[in-house]
């Protein structure tokens, strides 16, 4: 009886939901194998540091995706709200009310932004694709006119001192990441809202005849994005002390929607989860590390990268067939 009673038990875990943490765990094992020196306890340090700037961005990629949709603008956001960042603490002054109120504006303009782009979406009835793809090439071309190609600097301790604080002996980043997580999970599978993301993503005829206001919710959903662009901007602009209109930000929407497949997030929408993002993110993370301490060529590490979007996405298949 107790046999039976424990198998039922066992069956009933989804063992699936959970592979990403073993396959995690395995990369770890496997990358101490060829380097010893990866499972140094600063090294693991850093690589959840490090990862924590797309790691936040994923999460809120991912809300946008399960609606069916995709942002290929968060890298130059990125740029554009620390170069936004660092331009208000340098006028406003190194007062924590300045720093304060400068990142309290640059939300408000991350909100705009998202809010926008999300508008031209839903109502204008282009593609999200198209969208976003004219807000990457807008907003990295404002940044480099801005700043006539150089970078943003800031002098304001106050300021710095965000991007480098530590926390319980933890980086503050990191902190932020696991929190934000948190919430994130909260707001997309305990709420009301999260279901009608959900909904939206799964079938939006079918939304739609249930009285979810479908543009609404897909609009919300890059507002969402947007404040995520906007929190890792704030905390990497502030630990460089400088935002560069050139290369801050490149490549971060190929590592975000990577973190979210690789956790298990449809491009088709529908489909998804904070959970596998999260570690989807630390996957990517332990590759990039790893990569580097075999001495794989910079310029290939994009191609492996790719390769893992297309891996995933084969995988999802396989197992919808």
């Known amino acids: 009886m107790i046999l039976i009673t424990a198998k039922k038990t066992f069956r009933s875990i989804n063992l699936s939901k959970y592979l990403i943490v073993f396959i995690l765990i395995g990369l770890m094992v496997f990358s101490g194998i060829l380097s010893p020196a990866f499972l140094k306890p600063r090294n693991i340090l850093n690589i959840f540091w490090q990862t924590s700037y797309v790691g936040i961005i994923a999460i809120g990629i991912t809300f946008?995706?399960?609606?069916?949709?995709?942002?290929?603008?968060?890298?130059?956001?990125?740029?554009?709200?620390?170069?936004?960042?660092?331009?208000?603490?340098?006028?406003?002054?190194?007062?924590?009310?300045?720093?304060?109120?400068?990142?309290?504006?640059?939300?408000?303009?991350?909100?705009?932004?998202?809010?926008?782009?999300?508008?031209?979406?839903?109502k204008g009835r282009i593609p999200a694709f198209v969208t976003t793809l004219g807000g990457m090439a807008i907003y990295r071309s404002l940044v480099l006119n801005f700043a006539n190609g150089g970078v943003y600097m800031t002098m304001s301790q106050r300021y710095t001192s965000i991007g480098m604080k530590f926390v319980f002996g933890l980086p503050l980043p990191m902190l932020v990441f696991i929190v934000y997580a948190i919430v994130a999970y909260i707001l997309l599978d305990k709420t009301k809202f999260g279901r009608h993301i959900f909904a939206v993503g799964a079938n939006e005829t079918a939304a739609m005849y249930s009285a979810i206001n479908v543009d609404m919710v897909r609009t919300w959903t890059y507002v969402v994005s947007g404040i995520s662009v906007a929190t890792s901007a704030i905390l990497l602009s502030s630990m460089m002390s400088a935002v560069s209109s050139s290369s801050t930000g490149n490549g971060f929407e190929l590592d975000a929607i990577a973190a979210a497949v690789i956790g298990g997030t449809s491009l088709s929408g529908g489909k998804g989860s904070i959970f596998g993002t999260f570690f989807g993110a630390l996957i990517l993370g332990v590759i990039n590390n790893m990569l580097v301490m075999l001495n794989v060529a910079v310029y290939l590490q994009g191609t492996v990268k790719g390769l893992i979007i297309i891996g995933a996405v084969i995988l999802q298949n396989l197992r919808k067939e």
């Open 64 to 122: 946008v995706m399960i609606a069916g949709g995709i942002d290929l603008s968060v890298g130059s956001m990125l740029a554009l709200l620390g170069a936004v960042a660092i331009q208000l603490v340098n006028k406003f002054g190194d007062r924590t009310s300045s720093v304060i109120l400068s990142i309290l504006i640059t939300y408000a303009v991350a909100v705009l932004l998202g809010f926008g782009i999300g508008l031209l979406t839903t």
